[in-house]
């Protein structure tokens, strides 16, 4: 079993539409969750970080998480175009020393026009 | 947030010959990571150089067939020898950035093709 989930897609939605992606983990010594978006031909850019569980907004994107499911979320509202890219959940555990990141497969989102 | 160049941003090389990717920060960091993104898969942490001394590999990933540098706290590269067409991915470096988010920030990353 992988330490982190992630349904690989594609997933392809109408513009204007709410987008959720997921990812599931395994390893409850893991505190801090993020999702970084990948633009074909690029590097990975961080979207949302989130500590433990709860919930945090920034603009059109909302992360959650649910420590007690192990269980990630990011939601997009009123998707655009721009917004197609895969998106990669990772995690980590205690932010002293060397924790590695450990990432979910990546899942492809297309919004259409 | 740092920014990193790194280089080149693609290539195809002949099977047996090895690459040096380099990977340039504009601050100083204490650790940098290699990772390994092969087609249609999530990224693979290959190792972690600390400046001044060797480098952590992961399990899996050996120095001989990736040997790293890290001669300061802005530079480093990552090499990957004898290359077999089995090595063709994005090879990436990232840095721990803490300015405001506990994030990590990932050059542009490096496609390479072995034919």
């Known amino acids: 079993q992988k330490e982190v989930e992630q349904d690989p897609g594609p997933l392809s939605v109408p513009e204007g539409a709410i987008v959720s992606l997921n990812c599931t983990y395994s390893?409850?010594?893991?505190?801090?969750f993020m999702w970084y978006r990948q633009y074909s031909r690029k590097g990975p850019e961080l979207l949302m970080y989130?500590?433990?569980?709860g919930n945090k907004e920034d603009g059109r994107f909302t992360a959650q998480v649910d420590k007690s499911s192990k269980y990630i979320s990011l939601f997009i509202r009123d998707s655009q175009p721009s917004d197609s890219a895969t998106y990669l959940c990772?995690?980590?555990?205690?932010?002293?020393?060397?924790?590695?990141?450990?990432f979910g497969q990546g899942t492809r989102l297309t919004i259409n026009p | 947030s740092a920014v990193i160049s790194q280089k080149p941003s693609r290539d195809i090389c002949q099977r047996g010959t090895s690459l040096t990717i380099q990977c340039q920060v504009d601050?100083?960091?204490?650790?940098m990571f290699w990772y390994r993104q092969q087609p249609g898969q999530s990224l693979t942490l290959i190792a972690t150089?600390?400046?001044?001394?060797?480098?952590?590999?992961e399990s899996g990933f050996v120095i001989d067939k990736f040997p790293i540098s890290r001669p300061n706290l802005t530079f480093s590269t990552l090499t990957v020898s004898n290359m077999s067409p089995e090595d063709s991915s994005i090879y990436l470096c990232?840095?721990?950035?803490?300015?405001?988010?506990?994030?990590?920030?990932f050059g542009s990353g490096t496609r390479l093709t072995v034919v």
């Open positions: 990232s840095v721990e950035d803490w300015s405001g988010n506990y994030g990590y920030t």
């Open positions: 390893n409850s010594a893991f505190q801090y």
């Open positions: 989130t500590y433990s569980s």
């Open positions: 990772a995690m980590r555990g205690s932010i002293q020393g060397a924790q590695k990141l450990v």
């Open positions: 601050s100083q960091v204490t650790m």
């Open positions: 150089a600390n400046q001044g001394s060797e480098a952590t590999y």
